[in-house]
Protein backbone atom coordinates (compact mmCIF):
# COMPACT_ATOMS: atom_id res chain seq x y z
CA UNK A 1 0.00 0.00 0.00
CA UNK A 2 1.39 3.65 -0.24
CA UNK A 3 2.58 4.87 2.77
CA UNK A 4 0.89 8.58 1.67
CA UNK A 5 -2.24 6.61 1.57
CA UNK A 6 -1.58 4.19 5.02
CA UNK A 7 -0.68 7.34 6.96
CA UNK A 8 -4.22 9.26 5.98
CA UNK A 9 -6.01 6.26 6.47
CA UNK A 10 -4.60 6.23 9.96
CA UNK A 11 -5.27 9.70 10.83
CA UNK A 12 -8.83 9.29 9.37
CA UNK A 13 -9.31 6.83 12.56
CA UNK A 14 -8.72 9.22 14.48
CA UNK A 15 -5.10 10.51 15.00
CA UNK A 16 -6.44 13.31 16.17
CA UNK A 17 -8.33 12.84 18.96
CA UNK A 18 -5.73 9.59 19.90
CA UNK A 19 -4.37 12.91 22.51
CA UNK A 20 -0.76 11.85 21.12
CA UNK A 21 -0.21 15.44 20.86
CA UNK A 22 -0.76 18.01 23.33
CA UNK A 23 -0.95 20.14 20.62
CA UNK A 24 -4.52 21.92 19.94
CA UNK A 25 -5.82 21.44 16.18
CA UNK A 26 -8.70 24.04 16.48
CA UNK A 27 -9.52 23.95 13.25
CA UNK A 28 -8.27 21.27 10.37
CA UNK A 29 -5.08 23.65 8.65
CA UNK A 30 -5.32 24.43 4.92
CA UNK A 31 -2.82 21.67 4.19
CA UNK A 32 -2.04 18.05 5.11
CA UNK A 33 1.03 17.56 2.80
CA UNK A 34 3.52 20.70 3.01
CA UNK A 35 4.49 19.84 -0.28
CA UNK A 36 4.39 22.63 -2.75
CA UNK A 37 0.40 23.26 -3.73
CA UNK A 38 -0.41 24.46 -7.51
CA UNK A 39 0.83 28.05 -7.99
CA UNK A 40 2.68 28.12 -5.06
CA UNK A 41 6.46 29.25 -5.43
CA UNK A 42 9.12 29.04 -2.72
CA UNK A 43 11.10 32.28 -1.64
CA UNK A 44 14.96 31.44 -1.47
CA UNK A 45 16.23 32.05 1.87
CA UNK A 46 19.32 34.70 2.01
CA UNK A 47 21.09 32.88 4.43
CA UNK A 48 21.39 30.25 2.02
CA UNK A 49 24.74 30.77 -0.18
CA UNK A 50 24.81 30.93 -3.62
CA UNK A 51 27.45 27.45 -3.65
CA UNK A 52 24.44 25.75 -2.05
CA UNK A 53 23.60 22.78 -3.71
CA UNK A 54 23.38 19.21 -1.56
CA UNK A 55 24.46 16.22 -3.58
CA UNK A 56 22.46 14.01 -4.97
CA UNK A 57 21.81 10.60 -3.41
CA UNK A 58 24.32 8.09 -4.31
CA UNK A 59 24.41 3.86 -3.55
CA UNK A 60 27.59 3.63 -0.36
CA UNK A 61 27.49 7.54 -0.06
CA UNK A 62 26.43 9.70 2.67
CA UNK A 63 23.53 12.28 1.86
CA UNK A 64 21.97 14.86 3.73
CA UNK A 65 18.56 15.95 2.60
CA UNK A 66 17.70 19.55 0.98
CA UNK A 67 14.99 20.52 3.61
CA UNK A 68 13.30 22.96 1.22
CA UNK A 69 12.37 20.56 -1.07
CA UNK A 70 10.86 18.36 1.76
CA UNK A 71 7.63 17.28 -0.05
CA UNK A 72 5.54 14.82 2.18
CA UNK A 73 5.54 13.20 5.31
CA UNK A 74 7.13 10.07 4.73
CA UNK A 75 10.85 10.93 3.43
CA UNK A 76 11.04 9.37 -0.04
CA UNK A 77 13.73 6.93 -0.10
CA UNK A 78 15.58 7.50 -3.25
CA UNK A 79 15.90 11.16 -2.42
CA UNK A 80 15.06 12.11 0.80
CA UNK A 81 16.13 10.15 3.77
CA UNK A 82 19.66 10.88 5.01
CA UNK A 83 22.33 8.65 5.04
CA UNK A 84 24.96 8.30 7.26
CA UNK A 85 27.38 5.46 8.13
CA UNK A 86 30.73 5.47 9.31
CA UNK A 87 32.24 2.46 8.30
CA UNK A 88 30.91 2.04 4.84
CA UNK A 89 27.55 0.12 3.74
CA UNK A 90 28.19 -3.69 3.98
CA UNK A 91 25.76 -5.77 1.27
CA UNK A 92 25.09 -8.50 3.68
CA UNK A 93 24.28 -11.83 2.21
CA UNK A 94 20.46 -11.49 2.86
CA UNK A 95 19.43 -15.81 2.64
CA UNK A 96 22.18 -16.54 4.93
CA UNK A 97 21.76 -14.01 7.34
CA UNK A 98 21.52 -14.23 11.09
CA UNK A 99 20.82 -12.30 14.28
CA UNK A 100 22.72 -13.66 17.08
CA UNK A 101 21.57 -13.00 20.85
CA UNK A 102 24.25 -14.13 23.12
CA UNK A 103 26.04 -12.93 26.64
CA UNK A 104 23.87 -12.83 29.77
CA UNK A 105 20.80 -14.82 28.41
CA UNK A 106 19.08 -18.18 29.59
CA UNK A 107 17.93 -18.82 25.93
CA UNK A 108 21.10 -17.78 23.03
CA UNK A 109 18.84 -17.05 19.89
CA UNK A 110 20.39 -17.49 16.31
CA UNK A 111 17.59 -16.50 13.88
CA UNK A 112 16.97 -16.56 10.07
CA UNK A 113 15.45 -13.89 8.26
CA UNK A 114 12.62 -15.43 7.68
CA UNK A 115 12.35 -16.54 11.58
CA UNK A 116 12.55 -12.34 12.35
CA UNK A 117 9.66 -12.06 9.64
CA UNK A 118 7.24 -14.53 11.37
CA UNK A 119 6.88 -13.13 14.26
CA UNK A 120 4.46 -10.42 15.22
CA UNK A 121 4.76 -7.78 12.61
CA UNK A 122 4.82 -3.94 14.28
CA UNK A 123 4.59 -0.44 12.41
CA UNK A 124 5.56 2.79 13.53
CA UNK A 125 6.46 6.43 12.08
CA UNK A 126 9.31 7.60 13.50
CA UNK A 127 11.80 10.30 12.46
CA UNK A 128 15.28 11.35 13.58
CA UNK A 129 18.55 13.62 13.12
CA UNK A 130 21.81 12.87 12.99
CA UNK A 131 22.96 14.46 16.24
CA UNK A 132 25.42 16.10 14.11
CA UNK A 133 22.84 17.73 12.26
CA UNK A 134 23.34 21.42 11.89
CA UNK A 135 22.94 25.04 10.27
CA UNK A 136 25.67 24.74 7.97
CA UNK A 137 23.42 21.98 5.83
CA UNK A 138 19.97 23.34 7.29
CA UNK A 139 19.53 20.31 8.82
CA UNK A 140 19.79 18.08 6.19
CA UNK A 141 20.58 14.98 8.25
CA UNK A 142 17.00 14.54 9.11
CA UNK A 143 14.29 11.92 7.53
CA UNK A 144 10.30 10.30 8.29
CA UNK A 145 9.41 7.11 7.43
CA UNK A 146 7.26 4.19 8.42
CA UNK A 147 8.89 1.33 9.83
CA UNK A 148 7.46 -2.32 9.61
CA UNK A 149 9.88 -5.13 11.80
CA UNK A 150 9.36 -6.83 15.61
CA UNK A 151 9.04 -5.56 19.25
CA UNK A 152 12.82 -5.74 20.77
CA UNK A 153 11.69 -6.45 24.21
CA UNK A 154 9.62 -9.38 22.89
CA UNK A 155 12.91 -10.80 21.86
CA UNK A 156 15.11 -9.63 24.51
CA UNK A 157 12.01 -11.81 26.85
CA UNK A 158 12.33 -14.65 24.71
CA UNK A 159 16.20 -14.92 25.13
CA UNK A 160 15.34 -14.57 28.88
CA UNK A 161 17.90 -11.38 29.98
CA UNK A 162 19.86 -12.64 33.46
CA UNK A 163 19.76 -11.39 36.42
CA UNK A 164 23.28 -9.15 36.59
CA UNK A 165 22.84 -7.76 33.36
CA UNK A 166 23.53 -3.83 32.67
CA UNK A 167 23.93 -3.25 28.93
CA UNK A 168 22.79 -4.22 25.81
CA UNK A 169 25.06 -4.06 22.70
CA UNK A 170 23.82 -4.11 19.08
CA UNK A 171 26.76 -4.68 16.59
CA UNK A 172 26.35 -4.08 13.20
CA UNK A 173 27.69 -5.93 10.30
CA UNK A 174 29.95 -2.90 9.16
CA UNK A 175 33.52 -3.58 10.38
CA UNK A 176 36.28 -0.44 10.35
CA UNK A 177 39.60 -0.53 10.92
CA UNK A 178 40.63 1.90 13.77
CA UNK A 179 44.18 3.49 15.04
CA UNK A 180 43.62 2.96 18.84
CA UNK A 181 47.12 3.86 20.68
CA UNK A 182 48.89 3.24 17.35
CA UNK A 183 47.20 -0.16 16.75
CA UNK A 184 45.43 -0.67 13.79
CA UNK A 185 42.36 -3.17 15.00
CA UNK A 186 39.02 -4.08 13.31
CA UNK A 187 36.16 -2.70 14.96
CA UNK A 188 32.16 -3.09 13.85
CA UNK A 189 30.14 -0.07 14.70
CA UNK A 190 28.22 -0.60 17.62
CA UNK A 191 25.61 1.21 19.91
CA UNK A 192 24.92 0.21 23.34
CA UNK A 193 21.64 0.52 25.80
CA UNK A 194 21.27 -0.03 29.37
CA UNK A 195 18.93 -3.15 30.28
CA UNK A 196 16.02 -0.46 30.88
CA UNK A 197 16.55 1.72 27.69
CA UNK A 198 16.69 -1.93 25.53
CA UNK A 199 13.47 -2.99 26.99
CA UNK A 200 10.82 0.15 26.12
CA UNK A 201 8.09 -1.12 24.26
CA UNK A 202 8.88 1.08 21.34
CA UNK A 203 12.00 -0.16 20.20
CA UNK A 204 12.21 -2.23 17.24
CA UNK A 205 14.11 -4.37 14.83
CA UNK A 206 12.99 -3.03 11.45
CA UNK A 207 13.04 -4.85 8.22
CA UNK A 208 11.00 -2.50 5.87
CA UNK A 209 10.80 1.25 5.32
CA UNK A 210 8.05 2.88 3.85
CA UNK A 211 6.51 -0.72 2.72
CA UNK A 212 9.74 -1.37 0.89
CA UNK A 213 12.69 -4.08 2.17
CA UNK A 214 14.88 -2.33 4.09
CA UNK A 215 17.57 -0.62 1.32
CA UNK A 216 21.27 -1.90 1.99
CA UNK A 217 22.06 2.08 2.93
CA UNK A 218 19.67 1.53 5.76
CA UNK A 219 20.66 -0.94 7.58
CA UNK A 220 19.50 -4.32 4.92
CA UNK A 221 18.13 -6.29 6.53
CA UNK A 222 17.62 -5.67 9.65
CA UNK A 223 18.37 -2.06 11.74
CA UNK A 224 17.07 -1.43 15.11
CA UNK A 225 15.53 2.16 15.96
CA UNK A 226 15.07 3.53 19.04
CA UNK A 227 12.32 6.39 18.88
CA UNK A 228 13.10 9.55 19.73
CA UNK A 229 16.92 9.00 20.15
CA UNK A 230 19.27 10.22 17.59
CA UNK A 231 20.22 8.87 14.62
CA UNK A 232 23.37 6.88 16.07
CA UNK A 233 21.35 5.15 18.29
CA UNK A 234 19.62 3.26 15.03
CA UNK A 235 22.31 0.27 13.91
CA UNK A 236 22.01 -0.53 10.59
CA UNK A 237 22.92 -3.79 9.42
CA UNK A 238 22.69 -5.57 13.46
CA UNK A 239 23.84 -8.68 13.32
CA UNK A 240 24.27 -9.46 17.08
CA UNK A 241 22.95 -8.09 20.27
CA UNK A 242 24.89 -8.98 23.30
CA UNK A 243 23.81 -9.27 26.64
CA UNK A 244 26.59 -7.71 29.52
CA UNK A 245 27.24 -6.92 32.86
CA UNK A 246 29.52 -4.28 32.06
CA UNK A 247 29.33 -0.48 30.07
CA UNK A 248 30.19 -1.01 26.68
CA UNK A 249 32.60 1.83 25.75
CA UNK A 250 33.19 1.46 21.78
CA UNK A 251 33.71 4.52 19.95
CA UNK A 252 30.46 5.47 18.80
CA UNK A 253 29.78 5.18 22.49
CA UNK A 254 32.90 6.44 24.41
CA UNK A 255 34.57 8.61 22.23
CA UNK A 256 32.69 9.77 19.04
CA UNK A 257 29.38 11.12 19.49
CA UNK A 258 30.01 12.17 23.07
CA UNK A 259 28.75 15.95 23.53
CA UNK A 260 31.22 17.99 25.89
CA UNK A 261 29.55 21.11 27.46
CA UNK A 262 29.14 22.89 30.56
CA UNK A 263 27.10 22.21 33.41
CA UNK A 264 25.91 22.58 37.03
CA UNK A 265 26.59 19.31 38.42
CA UNK A 266 25.05 19.04 41.94
CA UNK A 267 25.98 23.18 42.42
CA UNK A 268 29.09 22.86 40.46
CA UNK A 269 30.42 23.99 37.31
CA UNK A 270 32.21 21.38 35.50
CA UNK A 271 32.95 20.77 31.52
CA UNK A 272 30.87 17.04 31.52
CA UNK A 273 30.97 14.57 28.61
CA UNK A 274 27.71 12.88 27.68
CA UNK A 275 27.20 10.02 25.12
CA UNK A 276 24.32 11.39 22.55
CA UNK A 277 21.04 9.79 23.29
CA UNK A 278 17.55 11.16 23.30
CA UNK A 279 16.61 14.20 20.76
CA UNK A 280 16.39 17.36 21.64
CA UNK A 281 13.56 19.56 21.62
CA UNK A 282 13.96 21.39 18.21
CA UNK A 283 12.36 23.28 15.37
CA UNK A 284 13.43 24.00 11.85
CA UNK A 285 12.34 26.36 9.43
CA UNK A 286 12.89 24.96 5.88
CA UNK A 287 11.08 27.16 3.51
CA UNK A 288 8.88 30.07 2.65
CA UNK A 289 6.34 29.58 -0.26
CA UNK A 290 3.55 32.05 -1.23
CA UNK A 291 0.61 32.02 -3.12
CA UNK A 292 -1.50 34.62 -4.15
CA UNK A 293 -0.18 37.34 -2.01
CA UNK A 294 -0.70 34.58 0.98
CA UNK A 295 3.31 33.20 2.42
CA UNK A 296 3.52 30.68 4.39
CA UNK A 297 6.58 29.63 6.75
CA UNK A 298 6.48 25.29 7.26
CA UNK A 299 9.04 23.58 9.03
CA UNK A 300 9.63 20.40 11.31
CA UNK A 301 10.15 19.57 15.06
CA UNK A 302 11.99 16.89 16.71
CA UNK A 303 12.07 15.62 20.32
CA UNK A 304 12.00 12.59 22.13
CA UNK A 305 8.52 12.07 22.11
CA UNK A 306 7.53 14.00 25.05
CA UNK A 307 3.77 15.73 23.73
CA UNK A 308 4.31 19.22 22.46
CA UNK A 309 2.70 22.67 24.02
CA UNK A 310 2.89 24.58 20.81
CA UNK A 311 5.05 25.76 18.02
CA UNK A 312 5.52 29.06 17.33
CA UNK A 313 6.88 31.01 14.78
CA UNK A 314 8.17 34.86 14.81
CA UNK A 315 9.12 37.42 12.80
CA UNK A 316 11.53 40.37 13.01
CA UNK A 317 10.64 41.69 16.28
CA UNK A 318 7.03 41.13 16.43
CA UNK A 319 4.83 38.45 18.73
CA UNK A 320 5.36 34.70 19.19
CA UNK A 321 2.54 33.47 17.02
CA UNK A 322 1.23 30.30 17.17
CA UNK A 323 1.61 27.62 13.84
CA UNK A 324 -0.29 24.90 12.87
CA UNK A 325 0.61 21.12 12.97
CA UNK A 326 0.52 18.29 10.46
CA UNK A 327 -2.23 16.55 12.04
CA UNK A 328 -1.05 13.36 10.86
CA UNK A 329 2.15 13.88 13.24
CA UNK A 330 2.42 10.60 15.99
CA UNK A 331 4.81 10.33 18.94
CA UNK A 332 7.87 9.63 17.67
CA UNK A 333 7.34 10.94 13.51
CA UNK A 334 8.60 14.66 13.00
CA UNK A 335 6.14 17.55 13.34
CA UNK A 336 5.74 19.57 10.14
CA UNK A 337 4.21 22.34 10.77
CA UNK A 338 2.87 25.29 9.10
CA UNK A 339 2.28 29.21 9.74
CA UNK A 340 0.18 31.32 7.62
CA UNK A 341 2.21 34.86 7.20
CA UNK A 342 -0.50 37.51 6.60
CA UNK A 343 0.52 40.54 4.85
CA UNK A 344 3.55 39.70 4.26
CA UNK A 345 5.65 43.61 4.18
CA UNK A 346 7.92 43.74 0.61
CA UNK A 347 11.22 43.96 2.11
CA UNK A 348 14.25 41.47 4.47
CA UNK A 349 12.58 39.76 7.07
CA UNK A 350 14.03 37.52 9.97
CA UNK A 351 12.22 34.41 11.27
CA UNK A 352 12.63 31.82 13.71
CA UNK A 353 10.77 29.25 15.18
CA UNK A 354 10.47 27.55 18.37
CA UNK A 355 8.55 24.26 20.50
CA UNK A 356 7.53 23.99 23.51
CA UNK A 357 6.44 20.64 25.69
CA UNK A 358 4.20 19.79 27.90
CA UNK A 359 6.65 19.78 30.32
CA UNK A 360 7.35 23.81 29.76
CA UNK A 361 10.71 23.01 28.31
CA UNK A 362 11.41 25.76 25.40
CA UNK A 363 13.54 25.33 22.65
CA UNK A 364 16.33 27.90 23.74
CA UNK A 365 18.00 30.32 21.87
CA UNK A 366 21.76 30.10 20.65
CA UNK A 367 23.10 32.40 23.33
CA UNK A 368 20.64 29.92 25.94
CA UNK A 369 21.64 26.58 24.85
CA UNK A 370 24.70 25.53 27.40
CA UNK A 371 28.31 26.08 26.10
CA UNK A 372 29.34 23.32 24.29
CA UNK A 373 32.97 22.47 22.67
CA UNK A 374 31.81 19.23 20.82
CA UNK A 375 29.24 19.78 17.58
CA UNK A 376 26.98 17.15 18.58
CA UNK A 377 23.24 18.17 19.22
CA UNK A 378 22.44 21.81 17.58
CA UNK A 379 19.45 22.11 18.83
CA UNK A 380 19.16 25.98 19.12
CA UNK A 381 16.65 28.06 17.56
CA UNK A 382 17.53 28.76 13.68
CA UNK A 383 16.97 32.46 12.94
CA UNK A 384 16.55 32.39 8.71
CA UNK A 385 16.67 35.53 6.54
CA UNK A 386 14.33 36.31 3.50
CA UNK A 387 13.75 38.73 1.11
CA UNK A 388 9.74 39.23 0.20
N1 LIG B 1 25.90 -0.26 11.55
C1 LIG B 1 25.84 1.09 11.55
N2 LIG B 1 24.72 1.67 11.98
C2 LIG B 1 24.62 3.02 11.99
C3 LIG B 1 25.71 3.83 11.60
C4 LIG B 1 26.89 3.19 11.16
O1 LIG B 1 27.90 3.81 10.80
N3 LIG B 1 26.91 1.80 11.16
N4 LIG B 1 25.58 5.20 11.66
C5 LIG B 1 24.58 5.71 12.58
C6 LIG B 1 24.36 7.13 12.43
S1 LIG B 1 25.56 8.14 13.06
C7 LIG B 1 23.20 7.65 11.92
S2 LIG B 1 22.92 9.30 11.94
C8 LIG B 1 22.15 6.75 11.38
C9 LIG B 1 21.73 7.15 9.99
O2 LIG B 1 20.70 6.32 9.53
P1 LIG B 1 20.23 6.41 8.02
O3 LIG B 1 21.46 6.30 7.16
O4 LIG B 1 19.26 5.32 7.79
O5 LIG B 1 19.60 7.75 7.84
O6 LIG B 1 22.57 5.41 11.33
C10 LIG B 1 23.26 4.98 12.49
N5 LIG B 1 23.45 3.56 12.42
MO1 LIG C 1 24.80 10.29 12.94
Request: charged share 25%; proline share 5%; hydrophobic share 35%.
Amino acid sequence: MNPEDEGRRKLLKGALGSGVMAVGVASIPNWIMPALAQGETLIPFTDVPDSYTPREKRPGASFAQDTRNITSFYSRIEDQFYVVQHYGQPELDVDNYTLKVTGMVDNPLELSLRNIMNRNVIEMDAGWECGGNRNGNFHGLVGNARWRGINLSALLEQAGIQDGAKEIVFFGGDIGSEEIRGREVDTAFARSLSVDDAMRPENMLAYEMNGESLPVAHGRPLRLIVPGWYGVSNVKWVTQIHVQDTRYMGRFMGRDYVTLKREVTGGIERWVENSVTTINLKSVIIRVVSADNQHRIQGFVLNDGTPLRSIEVKIDNGPWQTAEVNPRSSKYSWKLFTFNWDNAAPGDHTIVSRVTDIDGNVQPTADEVPEKVSNWENYAQFPRTITI
